[in-house]
């Protein structure tokens, strides 16, 4: 599990560092020209378990790639991927806690024209839950991947976005699965 955060953060740092360098070689406006058809970014979030969810998972926070496809002027398909680490909650003496890889597609509705401004979206995908519990010395460890799905409202500007999220990580038990994010992210290439 530490080698599979560790590979995820490095390759996070790599993105970052070629957002950066590709960044000083193009105007202040991704979605300005009209003339991508994709677009490449990084969202950065914390998450807050809500419900009964948070009785038995900490707060967390993630990073995931995004990809972003115009399909119109206030409309585009997207595709999130990255990893969720939660902090461990103490349940009945014991530390638990649930990281999740979440592999997500769906839409992104732009309320005002050139992609800028208040937008909604929604998304449905893999959420690879993987839970841990530890007391005493003993630990153990579990791997499941649900189908959930969530809804966001966020604000971009230029490169920049802000949305809150609320998700749930396995829709056939979604009262017992509800999340809370609210995040940042950066679109730092269009293709």
Known sequence: MKKLISVVAVLLFCVAGAARADSSRRSSSVSG???????????????LP???YSDVNGVGGGLLLVGEYPLMDVLSATARIGFQYHSDKSVLGADVHMHSIPVLVGAKYYLMPGREGLFGAVEFGAFDLLASASSGGNSASSSEVKFGGGVGIGWAMKQWNARINLHAHDLGNAGDSMMITAGVGYQFLGL
């Open 33 to 47: 020209s009209g003339h991508e058809k994709f677009f490449l970014g990084v969202d950065g979030d914390f998450a």
């Open 50 to 52: 809500i419900g009964s």
